[in-house]
């Protein structure tokens, strides 16, 4: 724990005043960068599949320390350490920062004491007290060094060829995790997506099914007591749901076909299709009691897919229909809509009991 303090107060020491020769950033940089963010492994847990790695590298090149070190813009961070209880170092003292600049070899400082580059290092002239240093560069199969899995001993020493094609060979298993990790993090991703949209299928789904459900009830009251134009027009109503089913069904297809291009934006007036989501359950809010307000120029239009504002109004016109009014006494459902400076705001508001915050 001794050393390990040292370190860090070398470490803590102003560059300017070390004498060190702090690497040239590369010619890719940026995209070095960028590469290096896309896998989102930075500041995360240790994890076995690395720890392992670093100790077979140890092992087989006989170094009391081995590291995998990946380089941000400031600071060299290590994702798994052997030997070594600091989590980072400024990246201008770091040797990994050399290696990478020849990231098709890997870079062995034989005796750091004799090295012009490295002789003052804070991480020479103390704790670690580096003299040997050997670094394989990580490359992701677009070219851009990532940092390098590397080990580090007090005593001067050179690799042999065995030792040195071992590193490079582990090396390329710690790609190979890093890329199995974003793999597996895109998946998880990918599955918590899955499960929202079976979600939103399922409600968009419901929604007409439940509509379509309680016309029917309507209707045979209706025919009980004689009223065929009722009757009528909640058939065409019931017509009208279906064919909804059948929109949501299309869109199904589209998206299992990953061809969205079918589901084109075109510049509509909102109005419209307000008034056919409040048309169509008009039956309805009128037996719940629910007082429908619609403020909406007629002469705003906007660019949106009109199926998919249609389901969201759809779902809170009726989702404010079934509950809303069996809440409250006086039942209120408001559409407004306005231009300002971002663009079209649609506010929706009803004076229901609202969504429990944990369903958010």
Known sequence: MHEDHELQQHIALPISNVMTQA???????KQRLQALRSFDILDTEPEQAFDELVNVASFVCDTPIALVSL????????????GLDTEETHRDI??????TLTPISTMQVHDAR????????????????IAFYAGSPLLTSTGKALGTLCVIDSKPKSLSDHQLASLEALSRQVVAQIEIRRTNIESRLRN?????????????????LSSSKRLAELMILDISDGK?????ENTNRIKHQMKKLESFVEELLNFARADLAEDKEAAINLKSPVEEVTDNQK????????????????SLCIQVTKIRIFQILDNLDSNAAKYVYRETEHSTFKITCSENESGV???ISDNGVGIPQEEH
């Open 228 to 232: 065929l134009e009722e009757v009528k």
């Open 114 to 129: 004799k090295d012009e580059r490295f002789k003052n290092n804070p991480l020479v002239i103390g704790s670690p007290n």
């Open 71 to 82: 380089l941000d813009e400031s600071r060299q961070w290590f994702k798994s350490r052997k």
């Open 345 to 347: 705001l649609l506010e």
């Open 283 to 298: 039956e309805i809010i009128a037996r719940s009691g629910l007082l429908v307000t619609v403020d909406i120029p007629s």
């Open 192 to 208: 918590d997506e899955l499960s929202q949209f079976a979600y939103r299928v399922s409600h968009d789904f419901k929604a007409p």
């Open 23 to 29: 690497a040239p950033f590369p010619s890719d940089e």
């Open 94 to 99: 770091a040797f990994c920062s050399h290696a």
